[in-house]
């Protein structure tokens, strides 16, 4: 343990660059194939951290599941080749134990170990006694309560430095992405956690190399510190998610063509320009209440009136014309369906909530 302990000494800060740039192909495979996609991420000096999957979690038995232990020396030659500091996932106690006898600079717990809470605890327990920079994945399912627990269960197995990756969510019937980004999930874990390290996966997101730039710039605006990209030197044929990889040159100019904002605003005309457009906004959000209040006070006496007349709550025909109303008034406002739906059925479920305590009064 205190060969790990000085590693981590070592790497301390490693997570406080802004932008944080990760890279590597999503399984090591051969040696040959780790030292030379390392070496071509550091030629492009846009990445800070190498990554490689040593053991990968997969859903059906018989899927190619990493090359495991035997793959770590090779990224103890990559690191040296490159002089890129390596990161790994782990899942298991004996994992980290691993991970961290052959001087892995930064661990990652996966998605599929973050929806478990035993197997971060065990993860947790294989920590205790080091400081090694620990990133966590979102899990799964969209649940930030179980990703709020492992930054805790790992926080107390005495890891100072820890960072969250958003790597987007399952959900069904979702096309055009491999997992959902859920933005908002994120930027309420950002919210909650506003001085750890957030920085997105567009790979795992998108599942194709095609709309990765897109999801990476949204990130940026949305004020992320850094990004976790996949990377091959020979992408279509990559042993696992061959479709999410892009070369390390690809990687070096997408990097590049990003547009890096800023969240502070230093010029005091800009400052007054946007502190104006804020007052706004808390002027709009006030009146939107007010008016909030005054619908669910109508909503009371509607209420009133259905139980004074035996009628149910729920009016689905009222319902679904009220929504086709909002969809034509909102198209014509500028705001998308989606965004009408949510806010629509968040008004509907204060509504009824309001007319079944008076149903039940």
Not at 210 to 228: E, H, R, S, T
Request: hydrophobic residues 40%; aromatic residues 6%; contains cysteine.
């Amino acid at each position: 343990m205190e060969q790990a302990i000085e590693q981590a000494t070592g790497v301390e800060g490693l997570l406080q660059k802004r932008p944080l740039i990760i890279s590597g192909p999503c399984s090591a495979e051969t040696e040959e194939q780790v030292v030379q996609t390392a070496t071509r991420l550091a030629a492009t000096g846009k990445v800070d951290i190498l990554r490689a999957g040593i053991w990968k979690p997969r859903t059906r038995p018989g899927s190619f599941e990493g090359i495991g232990t035997k793959g770590l020396p090779w990224l103890q030659q990559a690191k040296k080749a490159s002089g890129l500091p390596v990161a790994v996932e782990v899942a298991t106690g004996k994992q980290v134990e691993d991970a961290l006898h052959f001087d892995v600079d930064v661990l990652w717990i996966g998605a599929r170990t973050t929806v478990n809470p035993f197997s971060v605890q065990e993860v947790a327990d294989a920590l205790k006694g080091v400081d090694v920079p620990v990133l966590i994945k979102n899990p799964i399912n969209p649940d930030l309560e179980l990703w709020i627990g492992a930054v805790e269960r790992v926080a107390k197995a005495g890891i100072r430095n820890i960072g969250l990756i958003h790597r987007g969510f399952s959900s069904y019937g979702n096309t055009e992405y491999r997992n959902a980004p859920m933005w908002h999930l994120a930027i309420e874990m950002k919210r909650r956690n506003p001085d750890m390290l957030l920085i997105n996966d567009p790979s795992h997101i998108c599942g194709r190399r095609d709309i990765l730039m897109d999801v990476a710039q949204k990130a940026i605006d949305l004020d992320f510190d850094g990004l976790i990209i996949e990377s091959h030197i020979d992408p279509d044929n990559a042993w696992s998610d061959a479709k999410q990889q892009i070369t390390p040159e690809k990687l070096g100019e997408m990097i590049s063509s990003i547009i890096w904002r800023k969240e502070d605003i230093n010029s005091e005309e800009l400052h007054a320009a946007m502190e104006k457009m804020r007052q706004q906004i808390n002027q709009l959000d006030d009146e939107l209440l007010q008016l909030l209040g005054q619908r669910m006070k109508v909503a009371d006496k509607i209420g009133q009136y259905k139980k004074d007349n035996d009628i149910t709550i729920l009016q689905t025909n009222r319902w679904n014309a009220i929504l086709e109303r909002a969809f034509d008034k909102g198209e014509k406002l500028g705001l998308s369906r989606e965004f009408v739906t949510k806010y629509f059925d968040a008004v509907h479920m204060e509504s009824i909530n309001h007319q079944n305590k008076i149903m039940n009064s």
